[in-house]
Each structure stands twice: as structure tokens, then as C-alpha cells.
Nanobody
């Protein structure tokens, strides 16, 4: 099983940017599709973005399209989420996740999780 550790969260003003990182260890990183999910206060966890094993395919939830970019560096066993033009409604705990369905993106297939990192966007 892959182990995931997120970093890069924090407090930022609306319109600002943050980059989240997720370092993976354990099983072969390139065997996994990687994703980011988030849970806002009082809400269920939701899919944010994902990327296939090669980085060739990415997928985003509609609310972050054009503002967030997911990328990965298989040599560093790390996946990133660049978040620009942040809005107060982006405030949430962000979780890194891995799926063994590596060549396509199936949000329901992600079953390895990090501990989460808090992102707070002030208005």
C-alpha cells in the first residue's frame, strides 16, 4: 500500500495562490493514478482533480477548472495541486489519494489517503 503525506496548506487571501504537494512512499508511485479531494466544513468529501499514471490525462471538478492544475513528478514520487485565484469557497481540508486504476480516472476507485492539509481562504 502506498503512503501519502500532504504539505503546502495554509491561510491565503481571496485571489491568492497555494501549491499543495503530496509525497508518496511504499509501492511504485507510477503504478497509481493520483488525485486530490477536499472536505469543507459541514460537507461531504468531494473530488477536486486527478491525473493518470503518466500524466497524460487530467480531470477536474467544474468549480476549479481554469484555476487549479494537477501535475506529477514520477521521479520524485510527488503529485502537486497548483491553486490560483482562490476563493473563500475553496476553504477545506485537502486530501491526496491514490488509485490502482492507473490509466483512466475513476474518482470512486481512490482508496489510499493522506492525512489532509488545511486550506483557508479569507475574503
Amino acid at each position: 500500500q502506498v503512503q501519502l503525506v500532504e504539505s503546502g496548506g495554509g491561510l491565503v487571501q481571496a485571489g491568492g495562490s497555494l501549491r499543495l504537494s503530496c509525497a508518496a512512499s511504499g509501492r511504485t508511485f507510477s503504478s497509481y493514478a493520483m488525485g486530490w479531494f477536499r472536505r469543507a466544513p459541514g460537507k461531504e468529501r468531494e473530488f477536486v482533480a486527478a491525473i493518470t499514471w503518466s500524466g497524460g490525462v487530467t480531470q477536474y471538478t467544474d468549480s476549479v477548472k481554469g484555476r487549479f492544475t494537477i501535475s506529477r513528478d514520477n521521479a520524485k514520487n510527488t503529485v502537486y495541486l497548483q491553486m490560483n485565484s482562490l476563493k473563500p469557497e475553496d476553504t477545506a481540508v485537502y486530501y491526496c489519494a491514490a488509485s490502482q486504476i492507473a490509466r483512466i480516472i475513476v474518482p470512486e476507485s481512490f482508496n489510499a489517503w493522506g492525512q489532509g492539509t488545511q486550506v483557508t481562504v479569507s475574503s
